[in-house]
């Protein structure tokens, strides 16, 4: 689309000003199953998101089809919407700020230059691998993930700016079976770095789990300790991070309106938002309203320092947006629980009767973001004395998220970068309920 | 037309060139508006338009996936010629010459989104709005969200399908919330249809608007639900979900054919208690899930899965009916062009039986009546499924007793379907969406309420009655 032309038809339609955010994606998706490739994906595709001010009010389009003569459709919708919406909210296009930081490792050139075939060669030695690795292994399926996103964003305040990134993930999921159960593996590495991929030590991680959960029981109803591992805080996290949002605070929607500065976690407790992450396809150095992103601590040593804000937000709370405005709303970049310096082995040790989950499941509906409250269906290890004793399955852990926080008595050394893409460690919590036999 | 049909021919043929014995063509052409109101005032407006071309090839078993939002005949016939290198056989496969243009008739709408002004798509949120937020003062927030979309498809296929369809949504969902005291709960409601914008003229909108807030209430001051094993009285409509995620899923080509479900291979044997019929029917005439043709380019049909309790037919998508040895069941969909078809549920629901919601409760001593349930999940490699209950009250003694909130199910699908010892004669389908490996699309789930013996009921509080 002819930007400069939709521009001026915008201006002498009477939009005040108008952004457009062009999103240029391409992917690459290989799985092997037995051995042999069952799926191969390829696609290149391109949107515009298309926000234009009139009467004070702002009406967005989303557009794959990118010839000119939409044009004058996409700006009489947007009139059409500006006209009807009577939110309060003020429509804000942004002028830019002084300095975007310069991100230099969210792109690495040499990942989509590599060889597709030695990415299929990878996964089939992976392939090869789980399925020697045990004779209860039953089915094996590997897979590899690959994005590029170049975003361009441009409107008639003069902002010009443009963020390319990449990353990959490569992974595993399995069935192990025996004569009783059967038990399912499932685990991604990320990142942007094809070296990175250290197949053996993610297979034998994929395969040992799954394993150790053969025969897995629910232990009796009651209160136990827990140990949460580092994927199984990350679903809670990625759960739970609508709280931050500054447009779910002033809805009245988060349970951490009006505790700015106040305590709301354990002194071991830091959760930050790192925009600029290493080897992360999700880092930007602007956000989708054209502002530079920042570093923050949304929770330090326990208190709660800032929410997330956008331009609007931030603008009814008389504050600065810290460059969160994301999809036309609030979200973190890549939000991250600091690392503590337990080893996951002495937070087990530290148990006298607890549980050690290892997984998570159903937190789009088990898990409320609004009340905080959350009951999922869970598995791992029950644990007694210090001791793992035997794999728990088909049990329910339930508590309420903020209260959670308070409750952390160690935090783990083990963070690690999710499929959710939030970095979580593994964290003891003191007591939850648990639902079994 | 969305191409031309000249054109679509030379991709099909591009993509056999290197010896695959299937090729398609997907072509879609969507517009959606979302409008979402906070506090009675309207907020967002958004429209989209969407377009996209998605090829598949397939050899055997093997298929690989590419698509674009290009429309340029070079580059298309580009992406065919690349895809195609994954494939490396001299022996080539003819191509059946494309039909005559089918194009579906079923499921007529009469009013479409594109003909209702934004003006009095705003006075339908409003009617919502205000039934929510006066059912009573603890109603702090009230959110209304109203949804439309029209997908246009092609599909063409080196077999000779070659078919299109519209096919329109219509949602409206109320969500509210409820404070008191520093809690605060969340309740929602709402309805949609296969049929347009002449849907919300038999929808009771302010029932669903007071519905929301009533949830939202009666959840605010209901204790937390206890924790342990116990009988289940699981309610009809969105109970259904039950079915979808202990069952359905499991039943899916997409994990039956790697022998990655928990019935694979389970065809003709008892896989449920006498009492249970379940059906997927994509052909009910305008409901949410039902469409005239598979995303493969096939009608969709109507499954009997279980009969009298025992498994009758998975749902089954070309490339996995390959590895089952079976014939394709109209089962393949997919969110939109940027995903590979696969087979997926449409309208699942368990049938009726012969008891009534009274009768269970009076036979049921201590447990939980799941009025009103949320969503779920279920890994189909072992069965273990979860959903969460968003308005539930405690049984004692044959009667409904204090709401609790908080609580999960979790079990598992080859277990649960022995436990269902009885089922009441009120069928009801409610929307949902559902997402899997080939996106998440419209589907319905059903159900008559149904008991359960025995499941594990996780809640805050410690167990006990």
Redesign the interface.
């Known amino acids: 689309m002819n930007i400069e032309k939709l521009f001026s038809r915008a201006s002498e339609k009477g939009v005040s000003d108008i952004q457009v955010y062009m999103s240029d994606r391409t992917n690459l998706s290989i799985e092997i199953f037995e051995g042999d490739i069952d799926k191969y994906e390829i696609s290149d595709t391109k949107s515009l998101t298309i926000r234009g001010v009139y009467n004070n009010k702002m009406g967005t389009f989303v557009t794959e089809v990118l010839e000119d003569d939409i044009i004058d459709e996409v700006i009489d919708t947007i009139i059409a919407s500006a006209k009807e919406i009577d939110s309060l909210d003020d429509a804000i296009i942004y002028a830019g700020d002084k300095e975007y930081k310069k991100l230099d490792d969210i792109f690495n050139e040499n990942l989509a230059k590599l060889d597709v075939k030695k990415k299929i060669q990878t996964l089939k030695d992976m392939d090869k691998f789980l399925h020697e690795y045990d004779e209860r292994m039953s089915v094996v399926e590997t897979m590899y993930s690959e994005n590029t996103n170049k975003v361009v964003l441009k409107n008639t305040k003069g902002l010009d700016l443009e963020n390319i990134a990449n990353s990959a993930y490569m992974g595993g999921s399995v069935i192990v079976k025996d004569d009783k159960d059967q038990r399912v593996g499932f685990d991604v590495l990320i990142s942007n770095d094809f070296n990175d991929f250290d197949i053996k030590k993610i297979a034998k991680e994929i395969a040992d789990n799954a394993l150790a959960a053969l025969g897995a029981k629910p232990v009796p109803s009651n209160n136990y300790e827990i140990v949460f591992s580092n994927g199984a805080l990350a679903t809670l996290l990625s759960a739970f991070q609508n709280v931050f949002s500054a447009d779910a605070v002033q809805k009245n929607m988060s349970l951490l309106k009006g505790k700015l500065n106040e305590k709301v976690g354990s002194d071991l407790v830091t959760i930050v938002d790192d925009p600029f992450m290493k080897k992360s396809a999700r880092s930007r150095s602007f956000d989708d309203e054209g502002v530079a992103t920042a570093y923050k601590a949304l929770i330090n040593d326990g208190v709660l320092n800032t929410y997330l804000h956008n331009l609007v937000t931030a603008k009814k709370d008389d504050v600065t947006s810290t460059g969160n405005g994301f999809g036309g709303s609030v979200a973190a970049v890549n939000l991250k629980m600091e690392s503590g310096e337990s080893k996951l082995g002495d937070m087990i040790q530290s148990m006298d009767e607890g549980i050690y989950i290892t997984d998570v499941q159903g937190a789009h509906a088990g898990a409320n973001a609004v009340s905080g409250d959350f009951s999922l269906q869970a598995m791992g290890y029950y644990i007694k004395d210090g001791k793992q004793v035997r794999p728990v399955a088909l049990i329910t852990v339930a508590g309420n998220f903020i209260d959670m926080l308070k409750d952390i008595t160690m935090v783990g050394n083990d963070g690690k970068l999710s499929y959710y893409g939030v970095t979580t460690p593994s964290v003891k919590v003191k007591s939850m309920p648990v639902s079994g036999s | 037309m969305l191409l031309e049909k000249k054109l679509i021919e030379q991709i099909l043929d591009t993509a056999l060139e290197t010896g695959a014995d299937f090729s398609e063509v997907f072509i879609e052409n969507r517009n959606a508006s979302v409008l979402q109101s906070?506090?009675g005032?309207?907020?967002?407006?958004?429209?989209?338009?969407?377009?996209?071309v998605g090829v598949r090839i397939a050899k055997k078993?093997?298929?690989?996936?590419?698509?674009?939002?290009?429309k340029n005949p070079d580059d298309l016939i580009k992406?065919a010629s690349?895809?195609s290198k994954?494939f490396n056989d001299e022996n080539k496969t003819e191509r059946t010459p494309l039909m005559e243009l089918e194009v579906g008739k079923k499921h007529q709408v009469k009013i479409k989104p594109n003909e209702v002004a934004?003006?009095d798509k705003?006075k339908l949120l409003q009617k919502s709005y205000k039934a929510a937020s006066s059912y009573d003062e603890v109603i702090?927030?009230v959110m209304v969200y109203l949804m439309d979309d029209q997908q246009e498809v092609l599909i063409a296929n080196s077999e000779g399908r070659f078919v299109t369809e519209t096919r329109v949504r219509v949602r409206m969902m109320t969500s509210a919330?409820a404070?008191d005291n520093g809690?605060?709960?969340?309740g929602s409601s709402g309805d949609g249809s296969g049929k347009g914008y002449e849907f919300f003229d038999e929808m009771d909108i302010e029932g669903h608007g007071k519905e929301a807030a009533r949830i939202a209430k009666t959840m605010l001051y209901a204790d937390?639900?206890p924790?342990?094993?116990m009988p289940v009285i699981i309610n009809n409509a969105f109970g259904g979900v039950i079915f979808h995620e202990a069952c359905g899923h499991s039943l899916e080509a997409t994990s039956v054919a790697?022998?990655?479900s928990?019935f694979s291979g389970k065809k003709g044997t008892k896989i449920a208690s006498d009492i249970v019929n379940a059906i997927d029917d994509g052909t009910i005439e305008n409901a949410w899930g039902s469409a005239n043709y598979d995303d493969e380019g096939y009608p969709q049909q109507r499954r009997v899965l279980i009969k009298d309790g025992v498994l009758n037919s998975y749902m089954i998508d070309k490339i996995n009916g390959r590895r089952m040895n079976e014939e394709p069941t109209g089962s393949s969909r997919r969110q939109n062009y940027?995903f590979?078809p696969t087979s997926r549920m449409s309208n699942t629901f368990i049938d009726n039986g012969d008891s009534t919601l009274e009768e269970m409760i009076k036979d049921t001593e201590y447990g939980l009546f799941a009025k009103k349930l949320?969503?779920?999940?279920v890994?189909p490699?072992?069965g273990?499924?979860?959903?969460?209950v968003m308005e539930g009250y405690m049984i004692r003694d044959g009667k409904i007793a204090e709401p609790v909130?908080?609580?999960?199910l979790?079990?598992?699908g080859g277990d649960i379907l022995h436990k269902i010892d009885m089922i009441a004669n009120n069928l009801e389908r409610q929307r949902g969406m559902c997402g899997s490996a080939s996106g998440s699309i419209p589907a319905d789930v059903g159900q008559p309420s149904i008991r359960v013996q025995a499941i594990?009921?996780?809640?805050?509080?410690?167990?006990a009655k």
Request: hydrophobic content about 30%; overall charge positive.
């Open positions: 906070v506090s005032r309207l907020e967002k407006s958004n429209n989209s338009k969407s377009f996209g078993t093997q298929s690989v996936y590419a698509y674009t939002n290009s992406l690349d895809l994954s934004l003006k705003v702090n927030q919330i404070a809690m605060m709960q969340t937390d639900c924790s342990g094993v790697k022998n990655a928990v940027k590979s949320g969503g779920g999940s890994n490699g072992n273990d499924f979860n959903f969460s909130k908080g609580a999960a979790v079990g598992n594990t009921v996780g809640g805050k509080k410690k167990g």
